[in-house]
């Protein structure tokens, strides 16, 4: 694959570059990868929230389920051999 940038683009990835001691090639695919994966995180959170708004998922109180894992974690020390 080929991707042309404008003249200052390439200006400023180049000092990057140089800066870092990485290559442009090898900065321009990190940044991809981390938009791409940031694009998969998004589209997962845009899921989850439309099946909160659907009401195909009920959402959980956090100040409750920290509760609960609280005791969960007495009720095992409280069992577990010493």
Not at 72 to 80: A, D, G, M, V, Y
Request: glycine share 10%.
């Amino acid at each position: 694959m080929e991707v042309h940038f404008s003249a200052e683009i390439e200006r400023q990835l180049n000092e990057i570059a140089a800066k870092t001691g990485r290559g442009a090639d090898e900065l321009v695919q990190d940044v991809i990868a981390g938009y791409v994966n940031e694009l998969g995180v998004q589209e997962m959170l845009d899921g989850r929230y439309d099946d909160l708004k659907s009401g195909r998922v009920n959402p959980v109180d956090g100040e409750a389920f920290f509760e609960q894992l609280g005791q969960r974690e007495e009720e095992r020390s409280k069992h577990s051999p010493r």
